[in-house]
């Protein structure tokens, strides 16, 4: 077990603990351990409070000292919490009555007064141990914060983002919850005088299983494994004149970035949500005039250089995998060896004519949860474009259906069509033998490998990371797979899927 890992901290007052908990916040998840030692009054709920409250977004919520209920629970917007206090606990047996032993899955867990039962904290937790201070300040605490096993690491983390934060002198900034995504990343809005900026957290993708040819997962499909793509992409993209987040602070080794904030307005209104035609419009005009230039394969990166990933057939091949490996077996039509290889033998085929189209940059995951409305700026750059470190090198059609064929929300058929028409137009005003037949085909056949792919993405992140909330999902991405399953070059697939791919179970 790696050596424990600690460092201190000075707390001048209630808000700078408050600061310090945001900060550990950014950096743990369900499943962690969180122990608070020191004598009665040494602001141990006080620190779990603030922490439960940044969870929560609201600074007013009721967080009570769980010292008579014992475990107090929380459902919080990221994951659950339970906060309890063993100081009136006698015998480790109580432990199991008050639903800590064993520690419950998928909840972070606060626990006051541990050293009321020393043997049942786990191996791997991080210790925040409070003091008093009153040399600096009748408020004033000290904190000693050590990370018992995996935790060291965390702990370790927790100190480089202060020392960034410090250097970049965003200390004393007030800190506010930002919604995550599927990943690992964390985010926070960071608020000083009456400057708004965000602070990035992009640790180190963990290595997967070697199970795609000897590669995990992210890098056989060639997801950014830390976050050096990001600022490479970033400045690339603002060198093309289109709305990247500007870089303020960076520290690339432990991936951390303090960036531009583009506000929350987005591309779609009401509930349930739907596109603004006007804004979608400025998203295609995006992609048309990228797609016009010819853009660098490398990218300038810290004195360095970045050279962006081809899409190549393997990844695309893999990600088609999700299927067979993930929904298939959900809808309990597992394929059969020979199934299997026909499947993969047709889609061979079919990306034979993607993978010879010219190439430009992907950015991948270009749809309304990654594109930020800037009604101050003109034109383009009216789209603040976020979420592209897995950008590669491709065929133009792919972002153009990641668009119009929203996995998030429904894109109306005659919205798809006309916002496909403009792209198309705009394309051939730049260049007289751009072929939209050709184009057409290839949007199908990227269609139709997109959301075969995301069908298996959203099974996994249910299965597997336990986020059921994506199967809502499914339906819609069977119909946009519907519709590009209707071109033509796709009838040999679309007789393939009839026979072997039942549709996805309608939400509840």
Known sequence: MSAPTTFSVALHNET??????????????????????????AGKTAAARALIRYLAGDEALEVPSPTFTLVQGYELPPFPVMHADLYRVEDESELEEIGLSPLPDATLVLIEWPERAPSAMPQDRIDIALTHRPALGSNARAADITGYGKAAAAVARLQALREFLDASGYMDATRKRMAGDASTRSYARLLRNDEIVIL?????????????NGKSYSAAVHLAENVKPFVAIDEGLRAQGISAPAIHHSDLDHGFLITEDFGSEGVIEGDP?????????????VLAVLHGKTLPETLPLDGQTYAIPVFDAEALLIEIGLMPEWYLPDRNAPLSDDKRAEFFAMWRELLRKPLAAPRTWIIRDYHSPNLIWLPDRAGIARVGVIDFQDTVLGPQSYDVVSLLQDARIDVPESLELTLLSRYIKARRAGDAGFDPAGFAELYAIMSAQRNTRLLGTFARLNRRDGKPHYLRHQPRIWTYLRRSL???????????????VPPPQSPA
């Open 16 to 41: 700078a603990t408050a600061q310090l908990m945001a900060d550990l916040a950014l950096l743990v998840g369900p499943g962690d351990v969180i122990t608070l030692t020191g004598d009665l009054g």
């Open 200 to 212: 990035m957290n992009f640790p180190q993708r963990p290595d997967g299983a070697a199970t795609y």
């Open 273 to 285: 949500p739907r596109p603004i035609a006007e804004r979608y419009e400025a998203a295609a005009d």
């Open 486 to 500: 209707a071109h033509p070059a796709l009838s040999s697939l679309r007789d393939w899927y009839l026979a072997n």
